[in-house]
């Protein structure tokens, strides 16, 4: 009998126990090989796709986007960044750069905020628990407001910003939950994309309470942004151009959908963006970085990561 089905009968074991979730999980760490994982990879990495990368290496990546999600919403919310004891790991360890408090004038906004930040500061406190000794660290971040920042950058592709603007999600509930827009949906798409690809089922059913965290966090910040968009409809053309920016780094396929309601029924909504059989979007790791990258080629960072991502699983796709 292998190690592996040692180990997943080990899990099925304490599962049935109802032992807590965070023992077991960091019990199997990361000895599960995922097999043909190379669909999570850009078909067009290369390097990845001769190595078909194991569990961890796939929890590892997303434990990078979790990184990035809890800095920007834990400054947001609280004017302060991730401690210390949760940044180290394998890989190089870098700094965040920009974040601030958000003088938030909703208060519904501001309890969001302090309820999200406390969900994705849990999302890398679980994955760092499991992945043990193989977690990476936090890479590079950059969450500034400058003008050559990630996030102008990100607006100014999207056409919302001139050439020589920046764009702050700091500076007002509105702008936090453009800022928040921009990240919610496509977590949503990579935990989808990569739940099929996970070999363990102790992994895959982590993986998907954590993929359903996600899309309730983005439901409620294109929910707050549609109501606020009734009053302010620029705000609802602003989803828009992010969602085609977004579109246009990932390929070719159509794998995002702005607020605007598809339909011609004036009081229809479209908070949930959905394929035409009622079904979330899934996207590639390699489509994924090519969104936080801000990058169409294949590259190794850039963005909200400037240096790039910790772990296997680095480069994004060529489109």
Do not use: C, W
Not at 150 to 177: H, K, M, Q, V
Not at 254 to 272: H, M, R, Y
């Amino acid at each position: 009998m292998s190690d592996q089905t040692l180990l997943t009968e080990a899990f099925e074991a304490r599962a049935k126990r109802r032992e807590d979730r965070r023992d077991f999980f960091r019990m199997i760490g990361g000895a599960a090989a995922v097999g043909g994982a190379v669909i999570f990879a850009s078909e067009s990495n290369e390097a990845i796709a001769q190595t078909a990368p194991s569990d961890a290496d796939v929890l590892n990546f997303a434990l990078n986007l979790e990184y990035l999600e809890a800095q920007f919403y834990y400054f947001a919310a609280f004017g302060t960044g991730l401690p210390s004891s949760l940044l180290t790991g394998t890989g190089t360890q870098g700094a965040v750069t920009g974040g601030k408090q958000v003088t938030f004038t909703d208060p519904v906004v501001a309890q969001y905020a302090r309820e999200i930040a406390a969900d994705e500061r849990a999302h890398v406190e679980f994955l760092r628990a499991g992945l043990g000794t193989s977690a990476v660290a936090q890479p590079a971040i950059d969450i500034g407001s400058s003008v050559n920042g990630a996030f102008s950058s990100a607006a100014r592709a999207a056409g919302l910003i001139g050439a020589t603007d920046s764009f702050d999600p700091y500076a007002s509930d509105e702008n936090f939950l453009l800022g928040a827009y921009i990240f919610e949906d496509v977590g949503v798409t990579a935990y989808k994309g990569a739940a099929p690809l996970l070999s363990s089922k102790t992994f895959l059913e982590a993986a998907a309470g954590i993929l359903a965290v996600e899309a309730y966090h983005a439901a409620i910040v294109r929910t707050t942004l549609y109501a606020k968009g009734i009053q302010t409809p620029a705000l609802i053309a602003a989803t828009d151009a992010i969602s085609n920016a977004r579109d246009s780094l990932d390929g070719t396929l159509d794998l995002d959908q702005g607020l605007t309601p598809l339909s011609t029924n004036p009081s229809a909504s479209n908070i949930v963006p959905l394929d035409s059989n009622g079904i979330a979007f899934s996207r590639s790791a390699g489509q994924v970085l090519n969104i936080v990258y801000l990058n169409r080629a294949q590259v190794s960072g850039g963005g909200f990561f400037p240096n790039g991502v910790n772990g296997t699983i680095r480069a994004s796709a060529a489109n």
